[in-house]
Structure formats: C-alpha cells, structure tokens
C-alpha cells in the first residue's frame, strides 16, 4: 500500500519550460491537493480538489494548472516556470479512513524538489 | 493575523526534558485538529489528532481549548529521535498548517 506516490522526486528546469507532477493516491480519497513548501513559509495550498471532477485554487494558484485526471490521480503543470516557483512540492489526499478514530485526516507523498534556474 | 501561529522556535533541549509547544488559530469554526511532525527533506506524518477531551499517546499529550482556539502538545522524557519540526494543522474548509516550531534534542 504506498499511500500517495508522487514523481518526479528532483528535477531541473530551466525558466520558460514547463512541466507536470504527477500525484496518484491508493487510499481511495475523495480529497486531493498540492501544496508548496519554502523555507520559513511553511505549507501554502496550490490548488485542491474535493472530488472527482472538480478543482479549486487556494492560496498560491498563479503559474499553475492542474487536473484531476480520475479518482486517483492529481497532476500540477507549470506551463512556464519562473525561478520563484523553485520549491518543495508535496501532492497530499485526504479522507476518512475506515474504522480509524482519526476521521478526516491528510496524508502526503514524499515531495518533489523541483528548481527553476 | 494568521489562520495558525505556533511559537517560532527552534526549541533546543536536553534529552530527557519536557518540552510543550503552543499553538493559536483563528477560525473559530475549525472542527478537526491534528499535530504533524516533519523530519529534514521529509514529507509531514501525522503524529496525533486533538481532541476536545485531549489525548495521549505514549510520551506525547495533546490538548484542545476550544474557547480560547489554543492548541498544545506535550513532549515527555524527549529522546534524539523526537528532534524535527512539529506543525500544527486545524480543519475548517480545508486543512491549514502552522509554519512549525523545530525541536532539536541534545545528548
């Protein structure tokens, strides 16, 4: 069971190009984000999906796009990458795991360090 | 001011100290409330949910003041092991994270 897979782990990007993360979840969550980490900011949410079919921005959505392709999976696209989105990148889903008394909870893939140069 | 603020850190102990971080927030219709815990280069874990009773898991309590929207949690007998950043994260719309508070426990 490996929870939230995310890929690419690093990569390298040059200003200009784009790119897509892919996110993909075998928890069965209906709840799917990304979300940015940069020193001393803390977590700042992307864009979230509540469902199948639907997304939302939330905090920092400008420069990118994203789709939620089917239940499992959730992908960030930078159509063309600035040096400030050099960052920490964690996909995460959420929902209510059966018989567990922690309810509604967040689980996260391992991030993708991504740095635009 | 901020939807989550915790107490800036770094916290830097002894081991086998006692050591409590605090935790604010600011939308008085948050339901769930969560303690994370992040090593370096890592993603966030959950370490425990809040409960209006509070909670305790092993050497760790957790406690809710719902009327004063003010979070703990509670480290006891700290170990190397338990040296990351602790974050606070509260439920309304969706969930939101405190910037963290690092712990870094010392032989």
């Known amino acids: 069971n490996a929870g939230v897979t995310q890929t690419p782990k690093f990569q390298v990007l040059k200003t200009g190009q784009s790119m897509t993360l892919q996110c993909a979840q075998d928890?069965?969550?209906?709840?799917m984000y990304w979300y940015r980490q940069d020193p001393g900011m803390g977590l700042r949410l992307i864009y979230y999906s509540a469902s199948e079919g639907t997304t939302d921005k939330g905090e920092v959505p400008n420069g990118y796009n994203v789709s939620r392709l089917n239940k499992r999976e959730f992908s960030l696209r930078l159509e063309s990458a600035a040096p400030s989105q050099t960052s920490v990148y964690f996909c995460?889903?959420?929902?209510?795991?059966?018989?567990?008394?922690?309810?509604?909870?967040?689980?996260f893939g391992e991030g993708s360090w991504l740095t635009v140069v | 001011r901020k939807e989550v603020e915790q107490d800036p850190g770094p916290f830097n102990v002894p081991e086998g100290a006692t050591v409590a971080f605090n935790c604010t927030y600011s939308?008085?219709?948050?339901?769930?409330f969560f303690w994370y815990r992040q090593d370096c280069r890592k993603e966030p874990k959950l370490l425990m949910s809040?409960?209006?009773s509070g909670n305790e898991d092993g050497r760790f309590t957790a406690q809710l003041n719902r009327a004063s929207q003010y979070i703990s949690l509670l480290i006891r007998d700290s170990k190397l092991s338990d040296s990351a950043t602790y974050l606070c994260?509260?439920?309304?719309?969706?969930?939101?994270f405190g910037p963290g508070t690092r712990l870094s426990v010392l032989p």
């Open positions: 994260v509260v439920d309304g719309q969706n969930f939101v």
């Open positions: 995460a889903g959420s929902g209510i795991i059966r018989g567990a008394r922690d309810g509604n909870t967040i689980y």
């Open positions: 809040v409960y209006s």
């Open positions: 939308n008085s219709a948050s339901q769930s």
């Open positions: 928890m069965n969550h209906n709840s």
